[in-house]
């Protein structure tokens, strides 16, 4: 928890939270996963893991999981928990450089994205190459997953998919949204 707040302090834009999220949240971000039919999945912004750990508890064990941690805190810390597991790659990077990865592990589409990067906060150009990019990784079926702490970007978020549930959380600091999207 200290460990988050300092990231946050240091760089609000980016980390957009205070504390870790709950575990009610990761069970809702991930309640919609097909484990046992899908192939990879990728995760933006797991910050402390609270989400990656239910991802890999659940995920098959050839399912690819694709990590993408921008702080570099945080990356150590995935690192360190989760470099040792089997078919799950950790790179320390913003998930506006996606495309390039999966071009290198030969990946041309992805089953889930579940995200937990802060939209509301971030600069509006990488949002916007961040959600091209989803549109254009994420399988016609797939889907992207992100949460939220307001529904403030909503309008945003219609101009990249056709169709978006939304389910509240209201067991986390604080309450936030679940935005289950498609294509």
Known sequence: ?????????????????????????????V??????????????GPGTGVFTE????????????????????????????YKYKQNVKIINDGAEHA???MEQYNISKVDYIVSGIPFASLPSNISETILNDVKEILKNDGQFIAFQYSLVKMNFFKTYFNEI????????????????CRV
């Open 54 to 81: 239910k991802l890999i508890e659940r995920k098959k064990e050839d399912t690819l999981l694709i990590i993408f941690e921008n702080n570099k805190e945080f990356y150590e810390g995935m690192l360190s928990q």
């Open 165 to 180: 549930q939304i389910k509240k959380v209201w067991l986390n600091v604080p309450p936030a949204y679940v935005l289950s």
């Open 99 to 101: 495309k390039k990865y």
């Open 1 to 29: 928890m200290v460990k988050f707040l300092i990231e946050f302090a240091k760089s609000p834009r980016f980390v957009g939270a205070v504390c870790p999220s709950s575990k009610y949240l990761a069970e809702k971000m």
């Open 31 to 44: 309640e919609n996963i097909d484990f046992e039919r899908c192939e990879c999945i990728v995760e933006y």
